[in-house]
């Protein structure tokens, strides 16, 4: 076992010049906790999470009392259970309990935020390029179906966070030069592919500066980067529980502040908790129980039937993650893995790690290595092969044919981008790993690199070309 292998520790020790967190048992010991197969590394928890054994047993509690008593779990009993979730996760974030409320997940979020804003001609929506995919998509279908525009900021990183701030105020003076609105600016947290840290406070504070609503995609936020929302006060955020925090899939929490909550009508989809603009003589009648909840946390307290037991477990989660040494200790931990495993896999493959000059886009538990793969290089042997492809082709077909053979063959999944031309690995610090995962790691990649250079892969795009 190598020197750094033993990273969570009782006593605080230096690793790579990040300190050490106080975590109570060592990553081989809090593996045992989770659920994974004995063969397999979970190296890619940034993109689904998982959950310990106590929130697992939670969750079947909560489905086994919804079946016991169907009725009276989801009509009484659950509205109870997700009013202490609500103030558990309240407390988490620093924010008031009736601003809270839970969707499945951040994609459903910027959806409901969206598509209930109305429109005028002139009205854009600002977002950057490193927005997610699929948030990105639902801009495209606003724009199809509303007057609404979108302005994007175009760039590849490593750019500065100052760089970023100062040119979405460039773009809003631009638009309102214009005679248009940016109606509402979308930014991450963490953005997802490449993994890397964005200035959100900054953000947030400089959409106030230019009267444009704030909307942060805080998908990889809570359990993995320090949220108080009463401080940053974005218009709107949600939040991925199931990513970093130990819930089930899908939980993610939807902050939505006072003053923006009657913007928000319906629920995604729309439920019994939509009030309709009255009509004479037109009476709506709802099924469930009155309520004293505010319209917005009526709105969002059943959304149709699916399986609420998620929402359920934050309490759960919560109490394990104080159990195996806090918040602030957790988050610590994994970022400080992740840079050293960045670090270790960058020299390992003689590459580099994706990093600006002032150092901000590791300050969280994801980071990048480029592997030392040239496109170039690759459609040559490809080509050799008798096999004729595009750059754009040869990058994907790489990166699919890599992270099969990592699952097919070697027992785990490291997330892979095509980014600035390049090949990058992301890498997720989590605590049921050390830097010995992070070691094989880097010699798996290496290796699988070596077949990549040699064609290994040409092969089977071959036989796939065949069938």
């Known amino acids: 076992m190598s020197a750094t292998s033993t990273l969570p520790v009782r006593e605080s020790k230096k690793q790579d010049g990040a300190e050490a967190s106080r ?90 935020v969206l598509r209930n804003l109305t429109y005028e001609k002139g009205d854009k929506i600002l977002h950057f390029s490193s927005i997610y995919g699929a948030c990105g998509k639902t801009v495209t279908y606003i724009t199809e179906t509303t007057p609404a525009e979108a302005v994007q900021i175009e760039f590849t990183y490593p750019v500065e966070d100052d760089w970023l701030v100062e040119e979405m105020k460039r773009k809003v003076e631009e638009e309102k030069k214009q005679g248009n609105r940016v109606r509402i600016a979308i930014f991450d947290t963490v953005v997802s592919m490449p993994g890397v840290r964005m200035p959100f406070e900054k953000l947030a504070a400089a959409c106030k500066e230019v009267s444009v609503l704030s909307f942060v995609d805080a998908a990889h936020a809570i359990g993995h980067v320090e949220l108080d929302l009463q401080k940053l006060d974005p218009d709107f955020l949600v939040s991925n529980c199931h990513k970093w925090l130990y819930v089930p899939r899908g939980c993610a929490v939807f902050y939505v502040p006072v003053r923006n909550q009657h913007l928000l009508r319906s629920s995604l989809p729309t439920s019994h908790g939509f009030v309709p603009i009255p009509k004479p003589g037109v009476t709506y009648i709802n099924p469930f129980a009155p309520s004293s909840y505010t319209p917005f ?148 990649l290496k290796e699988l690199c070596g077949r990549v250079g040699k064609g290994e892969f040409v092969m089977e795009e071959k036989s796939r070309a065949r069938l």
């Open 297 to 444: 946390i009526y709105n969002f307290s059943f959304v149709g039937t699916i399986d609420n037991s998620p929402y359920l477990c934050i309490p759960a989660a919560l109490k394990y993650r104080e159990s195996i040494g806090g918040e602030k200790a957790i988050m610590a931990y994994n970022s400080a893995l992740a840079n050293a495993a960045a670090k270790h896999v960058a020299k390992v493959l003689g590459t580099e790690i994706l990093q600006n000059s002032t150092g901000t886009l590791t300050n969280c538990c994801l980071t990048n290595v480029r592997l030392p793969l040239e496109v170039d290089a690759i459609v040559k042997v490809m080509a050799a092969k008798g096999l004729m492809k595009t750059a754009a082709e040869v990058q994907s077909l790489v990166r699919d044919w890599m992270v099969e053979r990592m699952v097919e063959e070697y027992d785990t999944f490291i997330a892979m981008v095509v980014y600035g031309g390049a090949w990058w690995v992301r890498f997720s610090g989590q605590v049921y790993l050390d830097m010995e995962d992070f070691e094989w790691a880097g010699t798996v």
């Open 23 to 112: 975590l109570v048992k060592p990553a081989k010991e809090l593996r045992k906790d989770f659920l994974f197969d004995q063969k397999y590394r979970n190296l890619n928890h940034g993109s689904f999470g998982t959950y310990p054994k106590p929130v697992r047993d939670t969750m079947r509690a909560m489905q086994d009392a919804a079946e016991a008593r169907p009725d009276d779990f989801i009509r009484y009993i659950y509205p109870k259970l997700l009013d202490e979730s609500r103030a558990a996760i309240a407390g988490v974030l620093n924010a008031p309990v009736d601003t809270l409320v839970y969707v499945p997940n951040a994609t459903t979020g910027i959806n409901t």
